[in-house]
């Protein structure tokens, strides 16, 4: 991603830092923001993260008394700018795009307060990564299994069957399920878990919905199936992982020979 930063909403906050008279922290605050989407959309989570809270300290300075109340709106507003971003670039559609912006304004309004605002900031950081992440076209050698990564990736929400995959590109179950493992160094049917896995962690944190409701939609044919298979992946039931913000997020990457 190149080119200036010039969305509107953003300069707003311009009011509260020119009456302070502090034109070089201005300066810094928007070459941040600048380097922050940057680093966003060339999917460079940690300084991505790091930059975030540089933001976070110069909008603190500016106005330490109601450093909360800033700190909270400009994130709303940056989930706004991402939003738009992410429709632009064609990333996401437009309905899927504003799902996601109502998604990051409902966890900010319903887990943000004063003692984890960091960790707030760093929950939204991991949502726009794993957002972009999965726009990325797989690049393995094989191109059948980037063709069938691709499609679980657009369907992971779907009832996803090895047997029916394999028909969807006129191959045999057993050749695919072969080339797959080479390829990827895990089977099929793991990958698929693994892909909702990842989904799931977003809506327990991004989401109104109840445990139960998320182990549905994903089509485990029961919750307790789902705690057990969701720990094993993530280390913590679906119930502690939607608690704790500290808690980090499983990522599945492909180890062996190219990668995604």
Do not use: W
């Not at 050749?175 to 990958?191: A, D, K, M, P, Q």
């Not at 992946?233 to 913000?245: A, E, I, M, N, S």
């Amino acid at each position: 991603m190149t080119g200036k930063i010039t969305e509107a909403s953003s300069l707003d906050l311009i009011s509260v830092i020119d009456k302070e008279g502090n034109t070089e922290r201005a300066k810094l605050f928007f070459y941040l923001e600048q380097q922050f989407l940057l680093q966003i959309f060339n999917l460079e989570l940690g300084s991505a993260r790091s930059t975030l809270k540089e933001i976070q300290g110069v909008l603190y300075e500016y106005k330490p008394r109601y450093s909360f109340e800033v700190i909270k709106y400009y994130f709303i507003t940056l989930s706004s700018i991402m939003t738009r971003r992410l429709q632009k670039a064609s990333i996401c559609t437009e309905e899927n795009a504003l799902r996601f912006n109502v998604a990051c304004i409902e966890m900010i309004h319903t887990n943000l307060h004063t003692e984890n605002v960091k960790e707030i900031g760093d929950e939204l950081v991991e949502f726009y990564y794993y957002i972009l992440k999965g726009k990325v076209k797989p690049s393995l050698s094989h191109e059948t299994v980037n063709e069938v990564i691709q499609y679980i990736n657009a369907n992971v929400e779907k009832p996803l069957i090895v047997e029916e995959i394999a028909k969807q590109f006129n191959v045999s179950t057993s050749h695919l399920s072969r080339i797959f493992r080479e390829h990827t160094s895990v089977t099929l049917v793991e990958y698929i878990t693994m892909r909702k896995i990842e989904e799931i962690q977003f809506y327990l944190r991004f989401s109104n919905l109840k445990i139960a409701e998320i182990a549905e939609r994903f089509h485990f044919c029961n919750q307790s199936y789902f705690t057990r298979v969701f720990k094993k992946y993530t280390g913590l039931t679906p119930r502690r992982f939607q608690k704790d913000l500290d808690g980090n997020y499983f990522r599945f990457t492909i180890k062996k020979g190219d990668s995604l």
